[in-house]
């Protein structure tokens, strides 16, 4: 069998986390589902959840060097179970996943690593907190200080994070719903990072200062059969106000929408069904795919209306499971940064 079929056939359920759909509206029979009104347990929850299906820790970061340029970092850690259960050793059902990237205004640089669980290889502490896999690591004392280093073929990173503000919590408390059927996750963020550190590309190495989102979610059936993949916004306007916001594209051309409105101080507002709204305005060609690279974002609640546009039009996350991931810009209505994830665009 080819190596990387053998690979993506073990990791199947992890590459459909990495998707947005084709494994995430399935059955997940003997796996733990969340529940509403959830009581989390901090540094705990911080850690894996093995007896849940699918979780990840998502870290996104728009950035400048001396110059002004923008730059965008991602590090992604997935966990998905073939079982909700935890052994040592090689057969250990934990499969880990790891993705990371950055972005420049003219390049877009992406590897990935795989690891099975049980041997050491990946996996999360919650206290001290250190997720990892390989060499790639996102590690400090606590949650709101932290240390992110990994590299790939042709790039490197090396920062350090400190929060300045509080947790938020998206949906009903963290009960995140993703469809009118009732499919829904756990899912918190820590969305006040202050970062500064270096990256490194073909060229040198950048000194980078900027901002980053941390975001937190594990399920086990978190979208439903007809949801076919999803546009996740991370905004932070100028004025200290944030704003995350997704739809979830159905197959009969309908989506689900959901979102949060955050303010300096950490303050959240839900954003139900319809609240929130993003328009695709224009399309770039990626990687043979029509994908939507400029949209108007909507919160008539919060008199939002922007236009938001990828800094590189072309940040394909081309690995065994692709996909769009990168930074933008707000050039409309508003002022500020942020990033967008889009999924299921064949």
């Known amino acids: ?94 499969i880990w996943f790891g993705h990371a990237a950055v972005t420049t205004p003219e390049a877009h640089f992406a590897t990935e690593r795989y690891a099975r669980g049980g041997i050491g290889q990946a996996g999360v502490q919650a206290d001290p907190f250190t997720a990892w896999i390989d060499e790639w690591q996102l590690a400090g004392t606590g949650i709101d200080r932290l240390r992110l280093t990994a590299s790939g073929p042709d790039f490197a990173y ?87 916001g997704f739809r979830l594209r159905q197959s009969d051309g309908s989506y689900y929408t959901s979102g949060t409105w955050i303010t300096p101080d950490g303050h959240t507002t839900a954003l139900p069904d319809g609240s929130f709204d993003a328009e695709p305005l224009a399309t770039t060609a990626v990687a043979g795919r029509d994908i939507p690279t400029r949209w108007r974002v909507q919160v008539p609640s919060r008199d939002v209306d922007t236009i938001v546009e990828a800094v590189n039009p072309q940040s394909w996350m081309d690995l065994s499971v692709p996909y769009w991931e990168g930074p933008v810009r707000m050039v409309g209505g508003a002022s500020g940064v942020g990033y967008l994830e889009m999924t299921g665009y064949e």
């Open 158 to 244: 090396d920062v350090a994070l400190e929060a300045q503000g509080p947790l938020v919590f998206h949906g009903d408390g963290g009960y995140s719903v993703k469809s009118a059927q009732g499919q829904a996750s756990y899912y918190y963020s820590q969305p006040f990072f202050e970062l500064a550190g270096t990256i490194t590309l073909p060229t040198g190495k950048v000194d980078v200062t900027g901002t980053a989102w941390l975001d937190r979610e594990w399920s086990s059936q978190p979208l439903a059969a007809d949801q076919t993949g999803w546009d996740w916004f991370s905004l932070s306007f100028d004025t200290g106000n944030k704003l995350m």
């Open 1 to 94: 069998m080819n190596v990387k079929i053998l690979i993506t056939f073990l990791l199947l359920p992890v590459c459909a986390v990495a998707q947005g759909f084709a494994g995430l509206g399935t059955q997940a029979e003997g796996f733990a589902m969340p529940a509403p009104a959830p009581q989390f347990d901090f540094p705990a929850d911080h850690g894996a959840h093995p007896d849940y299906r699918i979780e990840w820790w998502y870290l996104t970061a728009n950035m400048t060097g001396p110059d002004g340029t923008p730059y965008g970092l991602q590090w992604t850690l997935f966990r998905s179970a073939l079982a909700p259960e935890t052994t040592e050793g090689w057969d250990s059902p934990q």
